[in-house]
């Protein structure tokens, strides 16, 4: 009796990790054709093109004008930028290298403000609708209850014109779709 329980606890042992292995892997692969999704297009991911858009109208109805800088970035574009104030003369903009930002997978945008005068400015103090508050401020709120992340609240380097929605993916598994998608 006593080995034919010790079989049981064994095989039930074996049946979990068995499903637990099966329910990681399909996870994973579901996650990895997610991805894979995701990066297709050398574009803006059609949930940013929305929130974007949506973003433009929530700012102008408190009376901010903003424009949109950046968006999609090729992994050359991301190396010009990385290449600034290192190779370039000129102040660093970004730690992030080629396939290494959320810009080269279509899930990030920049932006700036519009003065009075029709200027694109970065002037995070400018308070354009004269309510008292930043602009820049105010449109990073709407963003983040869009669903974006903002770069402003990064303590390391903050990049306050940077918006992203990552998706709950990191760049490591971005990179690892896009070489799937372009290797096939």
């Known amino acids: 009796m006593r080995a034919f329980l010790s079989f049981l606890f064994t095989l039930s042992f074996v049946l979990v990790i068995f499903f637990v292995i099966h329910f990681y892997e399909e996870q ?3 996650r990895k054709a997610l991805a894979e999704e995701i990066i297709v297009e050398e574009e803006l991911h059609r949930e940013i093109v929305s929130k974007k858009e ?20 090729t ?12 190779q370039d003369d000129g102040q660093i903009v970004t730690h992030a290298q ?12 920049d932006y700036a403000l519009m003065n009075d005068a029709g200027e694109v400015i970065w002037d995070i103090d400018y308070d354009g609708n004269g309510n008292g508050k930043s602009d820049w401020y105010e449109v990073a709120e709407i963003a983040e ?11 390391h380097f903050p990049d306050y014109p940077h918006l992203q929605m990552t998706f709950d993916f990191s760049i490591r598994e971005l990179q690892e779709a896009h070489e799937t998608v372009h290797t096939e």
């Not at 949506?54 to 970035?73: F, H, K, N, P």
């Not at 992994?75 to 290192?86: I, K, P, S, T, V």
């Not at 080629?98 to 945008?109: C, D, K, Q």
Request: proline share 0%; charged share 20%.
């Open 145 to 155: 209850s869009l669903g974006f992340e903002w770069g402003g609240r990064w303590t």
């Open 54 to 73: 949506t973003l433009i109208e929530q700012a102008s109805d408190i009376g901010i004008t903003i424009v949109i800088t950046d968006g999609y970035r």
């Open 98 to 109: 080629g396939g290494e930002s959320y810009h080269n997978y279509g899930l990030a945008i």
């Open 28 to 30: 994973q692969s579901e």
């Open 75 to 86: 992994f050359a574009e991301q190396d010009e930028l990385y290449a600034r104030g290192r």
